[in-house]
């Protein structure tokens, strides 16, 4: 057979077997197979080529055995190979090669020969999409080949990094963010980093926000919010102090928009300010009136929480400052970098923010992206990153998750309607909902040796992407299977590599190198609990 590239193709067997898109490969006897170095050699995750009338068909290796070994390993040995089709490059009327394409049209046939492909045969199917896309390191089988990811097919239908600790999912992400500010610096992405790991990664691009300069009032929150922040899990709505809580905010909002202002819009949950000394006033006020002589451990309970968390400098990024003004058009623009001015990134620190309403926060950005998207009519598309996201969406309803678990469950399902693209990192996609990572049309599996995470991700894959998960035990760090509507075809590729200072802030602590030197107990411990009791990292 001749290839495209005018070189004589090597057969390397016959189809024996056909099975919808699996086919089984019987290799020629006295073949020699190349070197391990080769892009023809036979390994799982490699291509090969058959013909059809109107097409060459590419399939990939998922399989190699001998069913009936001999005991001296004589060439006779029947060596068995397993395919999966992934596509095909029809022929135009004048015999040319068309760009790749998922699918076959037409299966192929028993005793259909089977040839390896040449570094022209991979370039063809891994070639730049014509879509905007961008690079992300090599596919495996050829270190010079580069790895493409259409970008809007990528972030118009959500994608997820999956791995293990220190498979390198943040460095993933690092690379696909670099590459689409670069390409597009008009972006708007908000992070929610856990753990303060990329701001050095995404420097100048990012704009870093943390309690010390992010602004969340409390008058942007639903009741159901600002419950979970003053009660916990424990009350919901239905209780006296929810009850309570209610009709004092509904009245302090309609109050604070003024007399002969129309107010007829404005409901519990609408997104406008009132004055906490005005609602604490009121409760004052209440208390003392005899027809709510019942509820007076509602009002007492209301009224000690409010007081105590005005107090809290922890919680000043929600309940600090005294004047009150109208600035959610200045807070949504900090958030969604509107304007971009040379920052398309915002990163929000989690670290320091008070772990009791931590996933408040998450919940409260995550409604206020949607529903932003929502009210600007797709306006300004989003890209939301949710780093360790098993935390805020598990698999198990846990209490004090509902709200959080909501928020992200309905960007995933509705948020590409509005242009709201969805990133979920996790090491643990078994631990994760459901629903979330069903909705992730492109899926970034690193290295995953828990046998229930692997059977996880095996539901959320297509059938023809099933081979490639043999890989997931023995990938090395910085690689990953990367199957879905984002890629022109399911491949193993290896991210490119960061450099040192730009690499996220997610190692190990270095043991060896730090237990060689005594610390400095006196100067050191006066600065931990300096730290530690003002809340400043």
Request: aromatic share 6%; proline share 5%; hydrophobic share 40%.
């Amino acid at each position: 057979m001749d290839g495209f590239d005018g070189k004589v193709e090597a057969r390397i067997g016959r189809i024996v077997s056909v099975s919808g898109g699996q086919l089984v490969m019987l290799i020629d006897q006295n073949l020699q197979l190349d070197s391990a170095d080769d892009v023809s050699a036979l390994q799982i995750g490699t291509l090969v080529k058959t013909q059809s009338p109107t097409a060459t068909v590419y399939g990939i290796v998922t399989g190699l055995s001998i069913p009936i070994p001999s005991a001296d390993n004589t060439e006779s040995e029947m060596r068995v190979v397993e395919l999966t089709l992934l596509g095909e490059t029809p022929y135009d009327k004048e015999g040319e090669r068309r760009p790749f394409r998922r699918g076959v049209s037409r299966t192929p046939t028993l005793d259909d020969a089977v040839y390896a492909t040449t570094k022209a045969d991979l370039g063809h199917v891994y070639a730049r999409p014509s879509s905007s896309s961008i690079c992300v390191g090599t596919i495996h089988q050829d270190r010079t080949m580069p790895a493409h990811i259409m970008t809007d097919e990528l972030l118009g239908k959500h994608f997820a990094i999956l791995g293990t600790t220190g498979s390198g999912k943040s460095c993933a992400a690092t690379l696909i963010l670099q590459g689409v500010i670069e390409q597009n610096p008009n972006a708007h992405i908000v992070v929610l980093d856990p753990h303060n790991e990329y701001a050095r990664a995404l420097g100048e691009a990012a704009e870093v926000l943390d309690p010390t300069n992010l602004e969340l009032p409390y008058w942007l929150l639903t009741l159901e919010e600002l419950m979970e922040i003053l009660f916990g899990p424990g009350l919901r709505i239905g209780s006296e102090e929810a009850n309570v809580l209610g009709d004092l905010i509904a009245e302090s909002k309609r109050k604070f928009a003024g007399e002969g202002t129309d107010t007829g819009h404005i409901t519990l949950d609408t997104p406008v300010p009132y004055r906490m000394s005005a609602l604490l006033r009121q409760i004052n006020d209440d208390m003392g009136r005899l027809d709510n002589a019942s509820l007076i451990g509602a009002y007492r309970h209301i009224r000690a929480r409010l007081t105590a968390l005005q107090n809290d400098p922890r919680f000043a990024f929600m309940f600090g400052g005294i004047s009150v003004r109208d600035r959610m058009a200045a807070i949504l623009g900090q958030i969604f970098r509107i304007p971009v001015e040379g920052k398309p990134i915002t990163i929000v620190d989690l670290s320091g923010v008070p772990s009791e309403i931590l996933n408040v926060v998450v919940s409260v950005i995550c409604r206020l992206t949607f529903d932003f998207a929502l009210w600007s009519e797709r306006a300004v598309p989003m890209l939301l990153v949710c780093e360790e996201a098993h935390r805020y969406a598990p698999h198990v309803a846990k209490e004090g998750l509902q709200l959080t678990m909501r928020a992200l469950s309905r960007i995933a399902k509705e948020g590409r309607k509005y242009g709201v693209s969805l990133c979920v990192i996790s090491q643990r996609p078994s631990r994760l909902d459901t629903d979330l990572l069903s909705q992730c049309n492109t899926i970034f599996g690193m290295r995953m040796s828990n046998n229930e995470d692997q059977e996880y991700l095996r539901g959320a894959m297509n059938e023809s992407s099933l081979g490639l998960l043999s890989f997931l035990p023995s990938l090395r760090n910085s690689e990953a299977v990367t199957v879905g509507q984002g890629v022109s075809v399911p491949a193993r590729i290896r991210f490119a590599s960061l450099p040192e200072d730009r690499r996220p802030h997610s190692g190990m602590a270095s043991f060896s190198e730090s237990w060689q030197q005594d610390v400095d107990s006196a100067g050191f411990l006066q600065e931990v609990v300096q730290r530690w009791r003002h809340q400043k990292r």
